[in-house]
């Protein structure tokens, strides 16, 4: 889940120690297997390829996964097509979400999307409805420990950063355009960086803010139950939290 909230933030950083382990391998397979398949399978010539391979062993997804999912985007192996899809949707407070995919079966996917926005009392939407409200964006995520605000701001503008956000507790909040995010993962990289998550997202331009408990409570918990869905990569959301809602 990303937006500019609070609650959005937490969720974004803390994806990298997701429980769901098995998942989060699952996902990141998908997106090597795809990087393979429109890049080819050797990293120094593919920047896409190279930066989710760093992800993965940030994640100590095991080399033979790595490998076997490189494998079938190259075709030295045998395995589905992988497909990204997009999908919009509102649910309460009339906040809009673009929900990323990445799935082997997109009948199956389109079905569990659609089921549970409607289960959560939302629906979807048709196909451009709320992209003029987001921006693809490079977006990281780095823990304050990690390096000085001084130093991380001048890394990353002279990599094509566009905004450091420094206002969070534990994170930084890095955004860059998608033409300078390989850069900006490279950079890191070189300077001995592990961001917490790090990925190209879709950030609001508008925030819807939610005042009311209750409806802050629907607007988590559809997203939390999107999250769950296998094929379901990330959900973006244009909403914030005002100060009086409690988080769950």
Known sequence: MSGHSKWATTKRHKEAV????????????????????????DPEFNARLRTIIQKAKAANMPADNIKKAIQKGSGDVAGCVIEELLYEGYIA?????????????????????????????????????LMFNFQRKGQFFIEKSAIAEDALIELALNAGAEDVKTDDDECYEVLCSVADYYNLAEALNKAGITPQSSDLAYIPNTLVEITD????????????????????????????????????
């Open 213 to 248: 408990q209750e409806t802050a409570s629907k607007i988590i918990r559809a997203v939390e139950k999107l999250e769950d869905i296998e094929d379901v990569k990330n959900v973006f959301a244009n909403f914030e939290l005002a100060d009086n809602i409690v988080l769950e």
């Open 93 to 129: 407070g009339g906040v809009g979400l673009v929900i990323e995919v990445t799935t082997d079966n997109k009948n199956r996917a389109a079905s569990d999307v659609r089921s549970t926005l409607t289960k959560c009392g939302g629906n979807l939407a048709t196909p451009g409805a």
């Open 18 to 41: 997701d429980s769901k382990r098995g998942k989060l391998f699952s996902l990141i397979g998908k997106e090597l297997t795809i990087a393979a398949r429109l890049g080819g399978n």
